[in-house]
T-cell receptor, first 110, second 111 residues
């Protein structure tokens, strides 16, 4: 069964304290891996798409990387406005659906 | 502005009363999809559509119907809602194999 596992479930950081979120997936048949940010009561907001091992994408304080079995979302010097739930989703070859992880709830304190 | 819209945003109904949640996108995307989000279960796909008149089941299709008569619209139909369909629903659209963009969500309560 296709699985996407995110860790940690929740993370509390002080402003400026860098950290990483993890997304691990079933190894075979990755077509694409997606990172989204979701604020409470709102729809997921697209951040990054990664397609192959070794690929990296950056946007402001966020950097996403991909290996053959997991992806990391690195947050550098976070600010309180980075507080949100970060979702990872995977599309496997031969399947149209996205399989989502359960998310990491990030809280950045001033 | 490129966007996915859903209506209504909030809905309270009773068991068995048919309802429709509309979804519309203005980005000319071929692919549209419906998800439900429940605490502890994450986002799960209900139905998706690859193009007009082409729809298929996702992971949790039971109790739902969809139609795709026009490229921009993809309504979700609950013929006989039950309390276990109380959830937060999201519509998404994208180009096939590419990023999906999500709507703002519809919060449904079935009494």
């Amino acid at each position: 069964e296709d699985q996407v596992t995110q860790s940690p479930e929740a993370l509390r950081l002080q402003e400026g304290e860098s950290s990483s979120l993890n997304c691990s997936y079933t190894v075979s048949g990755l077509r694409g891996l997606f990172w989204y940010r979701q604020d409470p009561g709102k729809g997921p907001e697209f951040l990054f798409t990664l397609y192959s091992a070794g690929e990296e994408k950056e946007k402001e304080r966020l950097k996403a990387t991909l290996t053959k079995k997991e992806s990391f979302l690195h947050i550098t010097a976070p600010k309180p406005e980075d507080s949100a739930t970060y979702l990872c989703a995977v599309q496997y070859t031969g399947r149209r659906a996205l399989t989502f992880g359960s998310g990491t709830r990030l809280q950045v304190q001033p | 502005e490129a966007q996915v819209t859903q209506n209504p945003r909030y809905l309270i109904t009773v068991t068995g009363k048919k309802l429709t949640v509309t979804c519309s996108q203005n980005m000319n995307h071929e692919y549209m999809s419906w998800y439900r989000q429940d605490p502890g279960l994450g986002l799960r796909q209900i139905y998706y559509s690859m193009n007009v008149e082409v729809t298929d089941k996702g992971d949790v299709p039971e109790g739902y119907k969809v139609s795709r008569k026009e490229k921009r619209n993809f309504p979700l139909i609950l013929e006989s809602p039950s309390p276990n369909q109380t959830s937060l629903y999201f519509c998404a659209s994208g180009s096939v194999g590419e990023t999906q963009y999500f709507g703002p969500g519809t919060r449904l309560l079935v009494l």
